[in-house]
């Protein structure tokens, strides 16, 4: 070193694995893993309809109530997931939300859950109008593909750590 003496080695982040053996045994034997991984790509396809939807709506005009009503629906779909989805982390890991190794997911999620419940509010009270709403649905859908693409990268790690692939993950404490 310039100054003649060594540098300290840089702090490596804490890792653990995603699932301890007995999460997994519990994640594997649970019936809400399959039911998250049917709702997921669900509300995945109902999310990507929906978009075009909304999408049309605000380039032409026309569409607004098919577009509403499927902002509803995946708003529904969403509200499905989350519970049956805080139900799968309360068996898998012992609390219903902010797991160790879904924390920033789940963080993210309620940020998506307020969104999509703004919307609901500005729907049926009136609160902002037809245009604004779709824009408030557009930064709903923003965020939930955030949040997808975390559920889809934690799902990747957990297969690699699996298969012996990757070593244990950085996660929140």
């Given at each position: 070193?310039?100054?003649?003496?060594?540098?300290?080695?840089?702090?490596?982040?804490?890792?653990?694995?995603?699932?301890?053996?007995?999460?997994?045994?519990?994640?594997?034997?649970?019936?809400?893993?399959l039911?998250?991984?049917?709702?997921?790509?669900?509300?995945?396809?109902?999310?990507?309809?929906?978009?075009?939807?909304?999408?049309?709506?605000?380039?032409?005009?026309?569409?607004?109530?098919?577009?509403?009503?499927?902002?509803?629906?995946?708003?529904?779909?969403?509200y499905?997931?989350?519970?049956?989805g805080?139900?799968?982390?309360r068996?898998?890991?012992?609390?219903?939300?902010?797991?160790?190794?879904?924390?920033?997911?789940?963080?993210?999620?309620?940020?998506?859950?307020?969104?999509?419940?703004?919307?609901?509010?500005?729907?049926?009270?009136?609160?902002?109008?037809?245009?604004?709403?779709?824009?408030?649905?557009?930064?709903?859908?923003?965020?939930?593909?955030?949040?997808?693409?975390?559920?889809?990268?934690?799902?990747?790690?957990?297969?690699?750590?699996?298969?012996?692939?990757?070593?244990?993950?950085?996660?929140?404490?």
């Amino acid at each position: 070193m310039a100054d003649g003496h060594p540098r300290p080695a840089p702090r490596q982040a804490r890792t653990a694995p995603l699932y301890t053996a007995e999460e997994r045994l519990r994640r594997d034997r649970s019936k809400w893993t399959l039911v998250q991984g049917v709702l997921a790509p669900l509300q995945f396809l109902v999310f990507a309809a929906s978009l075009v939807l909304v999408l049309r709506y605000l380039a032409t005009g026309e569409g607004l109530a098919v577009a509403t009503a499927s902002i509803v629906i995946k708003t529904l779909l969403l509200y499905t997931i989350m519970v049956t989805g805080a139900i799968w982390e309360r068996e898998v890991f012992g609390v219903y939300l902010f797991a160790r190794p879904f924390f920033y997911e789940d963080l993210v999620s309620m940020l998506v859950i307020a969104l999509h419940t703004s919307y609901l509010v500005a729907l049926y009270t009136g609160w902002l109008g037809d245009r604004q709403q779709m824009l408030l649905a557009l930064m709903a859908y923003a965020t939930y593909v955030v949040n997808a693409t975390q559920f889809v990268w934690k799902l990747r790690q957990a297969r690699l750590q699996q298969a012996g692939e990757l070593p244990a993950v950085a996660v929140a404490r």
